[in-house]
Nanobody, 111 residues
Framework: QVQLVESGGGLVKPGDSLKLSCVAT????????FAWFRRTPGGDVELLGR?????DVEGRFIPLRDNEKSTVYLYLNNLAPEDTGVYYC???????????WGQGTQVTVSS
């Protein structure tokens, strides 16, 4: 059973930074690509960035992967209120496949 568990979200102030983590279990981590999405308070789902098996990347945010730890990271810097949302990690066999989704981690940026 594949599980993706995101963590690292929280309530932060504008200008702060966060490191989001996604631990993947139940799959061969090195054989999968991963992505991060954000669901805004309005319900829109936005692709933030993808990273493939060979560290090929897409998107305006560049995820990092650690195959030894079966973990994908997303670094968020200089956060603004419009970055508020639920951040999801996905996994797929190919770069633009999102076969599995995590439960998400909430990020709220507010002064």
């Amino acid at each position: 059973q594949v599980q993706l568990v995101e963590s690292g979200g929280g309530l932060v102030k504008p200008g702060d930074s966060l490191k989001l983590s996604c631990v993947a279990t139940g799959l061969v981590f090195s054989a999968h690509s991963f992505a991060w999405f954000r669901r805004t308070p309005g319900g829109d789902v936005e692709l933030l960035g993808r990273i493939g098996r060979n560290n090929d990347v897409e998107g305006r945010f560049i995820p990092l992967r650690d195959n030894e730890k079966s973990t994908v990271y997303l670094y968020l810097n200089n956060l603004a209120p419009e970055d508020t949302g639920v951040y999801y990690c996905t996994a797929g066999r190919e770069l633009r496949q999102d076969d599995y989704w995590g439960q998400g981690t909430q990020v709220t940026v507010s002064s």
